[in-house]
């Protein structure tokens, strides 16, 4: 038992050498990018309510404010079902097992081992004495092995705190690829309810054209109109049915696109007709500049990325300073079955210490490279942030503008079809040509469409608006550093995959 207390002891003095060392981190003290924000946004009028710090996007599903089921319904099949999407939470699970891989390395290692071999000799080898010595040997042993390298100069745990910034990045990436894809459908279900709106147009109008023809033919057949007229007025009813077509034609491409966004084949797909005025332009709180920071998945992710570069810079400086690993090796071997006695144990204690001296520079190179990717992902976490702001700027903006517009388009329809109808008016009454007929038709047209596609577009300014806005997410959602980690050390718990599909 003296050689066991022995052995246990010499490799208790080694780790108990160790641990203390194993607390010093070569990174910097991390400190999140600054970047200076306004106190409110430059677009502050109504209906934005930027005064008031608590008028934000709620969580959730942003597109609720629609109050659209059909938009609803699609949405949840996307998140669901969209296999860009599925593919892209993939990542995030690789990155958290980068995290266990990483984190494992600060843990001792330890290993199992048994072997058996049965062993002969010539009986004429030089030296053999077959009296003392037999022809044929058996050898079996067993035992166990432990080593640790101690994370003196906290090169693993940077290595283990850049993987778990890392996988939260990813989370924020693939936060921000889902809202992407959502406000994509969005604004495709948006475009497809105005075409639809555009088609019922169209449908009207065909039919006071076709009602425009035949009293034009009935003129031309009683010797009062020109056949001028009569031909102005089938232009306009085919030039009509054309435009219509072409409607119907690219309402069907974003019906596929639909389809495939939310993980359908599009040949089995359908949308039934609806009116875009079923849905209205809500009103998307702002809030104020500040929270911004928080409710962009993009910028958490850029911050992230800071912190992962700040992590590199340990790493890197780590490799200047001696690595050091402790080891300890214990079994039994014998000839026979006899494996637990102690006077057949086999065992082995050490250490080791490697200290670069001269590499041609390679250390130093990659630690100026580390400290340059800290810089780089500094700037580009502050271009992440004003290019974010841009968004949010751009279309409060737009919306504010496209409100006006859309006064001015209603008056202009109500004017343009008080002319269609005064034109026709006075050319059944005799006192006018068709073409000044037909030059009223376009421009009611031309106003009622304008009309619609302003309306699709102030709905899709909306959506964009909100994924501006961060389309409700918030940090809060993001994994925290300790819930990257997949599972213990020992294997306890869900694995990354299980975790990331429920």
């Known amino acids: 038992m003296?050689?066991?207390?022995?052995?246990?002891?010499?490799?208790?003095?080694?780790?108990?050498?160790?641990?203390p060392l194993a607390a010093c981190s070569l990174a910097p003290i991390y400190k999140p990018p600054h970047v200076a924000v306004p106190a409110a946004y430059k677009t502050a009028?109504?209906?934005?309510?930027?005064?008031?710090?608590?008028?934000?996007?709620?969580?959730?599903?942003?597109?609720?404010i629609f109050n659209d089921p059909e938009l609803s319904g699609l949405e949840k099949q996307l998140d669901a079902a969209n296999p860009d999407l599925l593919a892209e939470q993939e990542t995030y699970t690789q990155a958290r097992s980068v995290v266990a891989e990483a984190r494992s390395q600060l843990f001792p290692k330890l290993s199992a081992q048994a072997f058996g071999s049965l062993n002969g000799q010539s009986k004429h080898a030089l030296f053999h004495n077959p009296s003392s010595q037999p022809v044929e040997e058996s050898s079996l042993g067993y035992g166990a092995a432990a080593s640790w390298e101690p994370d003196i100069w906290g090169e693993i745990r940077n290595r283990t705190q850049f993987?778990?910034?890392?996988?939260?990045?990813?989370?924020?990436?693939?936060?921000?690829?889902?809202?992407?894809?959502?406000?994509?459908?969005a604004e495709d279900y948006i475009g497809l309810r105005g075409l639809d709106t555009q088609h019922a147009l169209y449908q009207g109008t065909l039919e006071y054209y076709g009602d425009a023809v035949k009293?034009?033919?009935?003129?031309?057949?009683?010797?009062?109109?020109?056949?001028?007229?009569?031909?102005?007025?089938?232009d306009q009813l085919a030039s009509a049915q054309a435009a219509d077509t072409d409607v119907q034609a690219k309402r069907a491409v974003l019906e596929n696109a639909i389809a495939v966004l939310t993980g359908n084949n599009p040949s089995s797909f359908d949308i039934p007709v609806d009116a875009l005025t079923n849905l209205t332009v809500p009103t998307v709180p702002a809030g104020v500049p500040s929270t911004?920071?928080?409710?962009?998945?993009?910028?958490?992710?850029a911050e992230r990325q800071v912190a992962a570069a700040n992590a590199a810079v340990g790493v890197a400086r780590a490799a200047f300073y001696p690595n050091i690993?402790?080891?300890?090796?214990?079994?039994?071997?014998?000839?026979?079955l006899a494996l637990a006695a102690l006077p057949e144990s086999v065992w082995s204690v050490g250490s080791s210490a490697v200290l670069p001296l001269f590499e041609g520079g390679l250390r130093r190179a990659e630690e100026q490279q580390s400290w340059s990717a800290l810089r780089q992902a500094t700037d580009s976490y502050r271009a992440t942030v004003l290019q974010a702001f841009r968004e949010v700027e751009d279309q409060l903006s737009t919306t504010s503008k496209l409100n006006t517009e859309s006064i001015q388009r209603k008056d202009a329809v109500t004017a343009a079809l008080k002319v269609q109808t005064t034109a026709m008016q006075l050319y059944t009454s005799g006192l006018d040509d068709y073409l000044n007929v037909a030059v009223a038709q376009r421009s009611a047209l031309s106003a009622e469409l304008d009309a619609v596609q302003l309306e699709t577009r102030r709905l899709q300014t909306a959506v964009k608006l909100v994924g501006a806005l961060g389309g409700g997410w918030t940090v809060a959602d993001m994994p925290t550093s300790d819930q990257t980690v997949p599972f213990s050390p020992v294997g306890i718990g869900k694995t990354s995959?299980?975790?990331?599909?429920?």
Do not use: C, M
Request: charged share 20%; no cysteine.
């Open 2 to 19: 003296s050689l066991l207390k022995s052995l246990f002891l010499r490799a208790g003095l080694l780790v108990a050498a160790a641990v």
């Open 497 to 502: 995959s299980e975790a990331t599909h429920q």
């Open 45 to 64: 009028q109504a209906p934005f309510e930027q005064a008031n710090p608590k008028a934000q996007l709620s969580q959730g599903p942003w597109w609720n």
């Open 215 to 234: 009293i034009t033919q009935l003129r031309y057949d009683s010797k009062i109109a020109a056949g001028l007229d009569l031909e102005r007025a089938k």
């Open 292 to 301: 911004l920071l928080q409710r962009r998945p993009d910028i958490a992710a």
């Open 325 to 336: 690993k402790l080891g300890a090796d214990f079994g039994f071997v014998d000839d026979g």
């Open 163 to 185: 993987a778990k910034a890392n996988a939260q990045a990813t989370s924020a990436l693939v936060a921000s690829s889902k809202l992407d894809l959502e406000l994509e459908l």
